[in-house]
């Protein structure tokens, strides 16, 4: 059957588009019959302008022959005027009389030659500027002509192609509906044998009804004399009230919820796009707000309008929540459904946006009711179209209260029996027939309403492209409700059905039995699970203990080892320590070792200016280095026993004294403050310029985050401004094209009026040359009577 529906869909479709290419056909047909009167009028207009130009040339032969009749008459003249002036020299002695008649007669000839070469000259101006005319006018309608004559040459190229073209597609249709015949007597007879197997169907189901009937009576009877276990006092605690998990049911329930999933995103796509355009013809209609500022109200209205999104995006994304917490190993019933209550929260917000916007939108249309261009007619649609938004808006709010119902049990236990709840679904399922229905209506009236006003003489394009996409809209708001309606209509029944309920029980299912339901059918899982699942081998008990002996010496091994990397790394640390102190050691060291080279030295210069002087003095010497030779020798002695313990703000130093250890204590200790405050210096120096690179590099950073979301929005507003400009010359495009076409018509119309014109006016002017003739041949009879 389905293929037979598409195949009549297919045909309807066709039979359209053959309509449609008939009619274009016929304006086809049309305008060649038109080209083929014009080319044909165009035609016997050349042929008056030969007429014509063969009447010109006549007359021009005529005025050649006539100008070289004047020629030969003005050359006679001329030898007369020279034979008269011979014979005038000739006969000088004769009287004045001849002398004078001969100039006179002279004179005459010369004026009338003058105006004969003047006459000359004029005609041939006029014969120039008529030829020229002509010739102009001759290669302008042989131009159009040629065009004209491939025009129609082009329309009937297309007028055989779309002739080949209906003949093929009739040809096709014709065949398509014979199979279709041939295959809608075949679906017949199937249908005949279908309906036969039905009822054998059906007599079985009663025979199979009837024998279960009587085995469920027989089982409740031995249920009710046998089983011992019904507990009366608390039967909502009782393990056997436990219903069993339904697993059909579940994915029922799933599949359900993606069908209502996939519907709700379509309404939900619907009403964004009917809120958005509303809002854009606010801006459009009955004032343009690029021309002129809209009124207050409409502008709340536009505002109102703005804020759809955060209204009616939550309504698919709560479904969607839904549709996720069904799952095949939960319990999806009413009083489990969490989810239920924050989608029928989120649809009672859209229904009070609804409620909010409609006091806007009634008075929006009492606006446009009294604007200057508006007619009767559209008063009517604007007044039915405020009906229908009434009526939408009160069928979402009975929506409202239906699905509140609904999501009642899931916070309040035993809110609802069972038979209230069946009523509200079918209630709700008339709710939404009825909001298809209005929508059906509001879609209509305003169709109606953009074709009326695509009648008045201001309307822009903008306001009926987005008129369009309103009508498109409501269009798709039209089916989305209409399959809502159709889908909750046809899943009634198991929506009303109880898929779970305790035995023995009408009472709905509440939470507690739907925790003790999952948690009986885990068990029952694991319990299938271990019993097909093969149980691995056992461990021995002196191989567990010798592992678990390796881990607890592995763990300690590896605590130990912890240890030690962290004593190593302190020791490499305090040796770093130690080699920074020996190696300003050293240099003390280097500094002492000069001092004493230099203290040698002096003293090597004493001695050898000893020996130059007395022997008293060489003495002197001898004994003083002797005795300083003693005290190096005891003080080396004593340095050897004791050393001695300097401590100072830098650090501790053990050092051993010598003759000048104050100012080595102090060398060393400025050396040593030197060093470290040079260390101190390049560190900071160091931090420092990290410091300002970090800084640098974080401005930088910053810098580059605004700018990249600036190249965005720029992006972004380019990308806009570009849509907007393709727009724009779409629309320019299609303005310019009709424009054209509309001159177009208007200067054929024109060309034929004119043509018209000339006839009428040619007849005329015969008519009056007639009458003229007839009143002269009327004055002459008179005359001669």
Known sequence: MANVT????????????????????????????????????????????DQSLRKQEQEMDSLSFRNQQLAKRVELLQEELAASEAKGKKGKSKGDSPLQHGLQTQSVFDEDLQKKIEENERLHIQFYEADELHRRQEAELRARLQELEKDSEQHQTVVDGLTTKYMETIERLQSDKARLEVKAQTLERE????????????????????????????????????????????????????????????????DVAGQALSFIEDLVAALLNFHSYTEQRVHIYPLDSSIEPISPLNQKFSQYLHENAAYVRPLEDSFLQLHQSITEDNVTVLETVVKLKSFADN???YTHFLQKILPYQLKSLEEECEANLCTPALTVKNRELQSDMKRVTSVFEKLQNYINLLALPSVRQDAMPQSSTSAVFTQLAACLHSLHDAVKEMSKHYSQKAGLEQELPTVTQKLCTTTECLLGSL????????????????????????????????????PLQAESMLANKKKAAAYI??????????????????????????????????????????????????????LLEAQLGKVRLEKENQRIADLEAQLAAALGGSPNSQTAAASTLAQSHEEAETEQKAAGKET???????????????????????????LIKTHYMARVGELTTQLQISDSKAVHFHSECRALA????????????????????NQNITRLQDELATTKRSYED??????????SMNETLSKQREEIDTLKLGSKGNAKKNKGR
Not at 13 to 21: I, N, R, V
Not at 476 to 489: E, P, Q, R, V
Request: glycine share 2%; charged share 25%.
């Open 644 to 670: 001695t313990l300097c401590t100072s703000l830098v650090g501790m130093l053990c050092t051993t004294p010598t003759v000048e250890h104050v100012g080595d204590e102090e060398s060393r200790e400025q």
């Open 706 to 725: 605004k700018r990249l979301t600036i190249a965005e929005k720029s992006r972004e507003t380019l990308t806009e401004e570009v849509r907007v400009a």
């Open 191 to 254: 249908a005949k044998e279908c309906r036969m197997r039905t009822e054998e169907c059906q007599q079985q189901l009663r025979r199979c009804q009837s024998e279960l009937n009587r085995q469920v009576k027989q089982s409740s009877s031995v249920i009710q004399e046998k089983v011992p276990f019904n507990d009366t006092k608390f039967s909502d605690y009782n393990s056997l009230n436990v219903p069993p998990h339904n697993r059909r049911h579940q994915l029922k329930a799933r």
């Open 6 to 49: 598409d195949l009549q869909t297919k045909y309807s479709k066709l039979a359209q588009e053959y309509s449609k290419l008939r009619a274009q056909n016929q304006v086809l047909k049309k305008a060649v019959v038109d080209e083929q009167a014009n080319s044909s009028s165009l035609k016997e207009q050349l042929k008056q302008r």
């Open 475 to 510: 269009g798709s708001l039209t089916s989305s409700t209409g399959k809502i309606a159709t889908f909750f209509s046809n899943n009634l029944d198991f929506f009303t059905s109880s898929g779970y309920s305790p035995r023995g029980s009408t009472v709905a299912l509440n």
């Open 529 to 582: 699970h271990a019993i097909k699942k093969p149980r691995p081998q056992s461990v021995p008990y002196r191989e567990a203990l010798s592992n678990r002996r390796i881990l607890t010496s592995s763990t300690e091994s590896r605590e130990g080892l912890t240890q030690q990397v962290q004593q190593s790394q302190e020791k490499i640390a305090r040796l770093e320590q130690e080699k920074e102190h020996w």
């Open 746 to 755: 208007q200067l054929s119309m024109m060309s034929d009026h004119l043509c």
């Open 347 to 349: 649809f009672s917000s």
